[in-house]
């Protein structure tokens, strides 16, 4: 159990991201991150199917590879004249062993 807290090493955790603007027509949805070793990572996501103006990614192998801070935020086009840049936000991922 995780006690609501996301571990070094989890995978599956759903990630939802709020944009304020209507996703139907974007044609890339990322969010970029950096990992608390300060590698940086682009995740690939989707509309979530539950809010067409949030981006909905679910955690792979190595996504949360090292514990720490993870800095994050949406990025988001809609063909090449128009790409929005969201704010950033914090994620703690916590030591297995803490």
């Given at each position: 159990m995780t006690n609501g807290k996301i571990y070094e090493?989890?995978?599956?955790?759903?990630?939802?991201?709020?944009t304020g603007i209507d996703l139907t027509d974007?044609?890339?949805l990322q969010i970029m991150v950096t990992k608390g070793d300060l590698t940086a990572a682009t995740w690939t996501g989707a509309?979530?199917?539950?809010?067409?103006?949030?981006i909905e990614y679910t955690s792979?192998?190595?996504?949360?590879?090292?514990?720490g801070k993870y800095k994050?935020?949406?990025?988001?086009?809609?063909?090449?004249?128009?790409k929005h840049s969201g704010t950033v936000f914090v994620v703690q991922v916590y030591d297995v062993f803490k």
């Amino acid at each position: 159990m995780t006690n609501g807290k996301i571990y070094e090493g989890d995978v599956g955790v759903k990630f939802i991201v709020t944009t304020g603007i209507d996703l139907t027509d974007a044609t890339k949805l990322q969010i970029m991150v950096t990992k608390g070793d300060l590698t940086a990572a682009t995740w690939t996501g989707a509309i979530c199917s539950t809010d067409p103006q949030a981006i909905e990614y679910t955690s792979v192998d190595n996504d949360l590879n090292v514990s720490g801070k993870y800095k994050m935020y949406a990025y988001v086009e809609k063909g090449s004249a128009s790409k929005h840049s969201g704010t950033v936000f914090v994620v703690q991922v916590y030591d297995v062993f803490k």
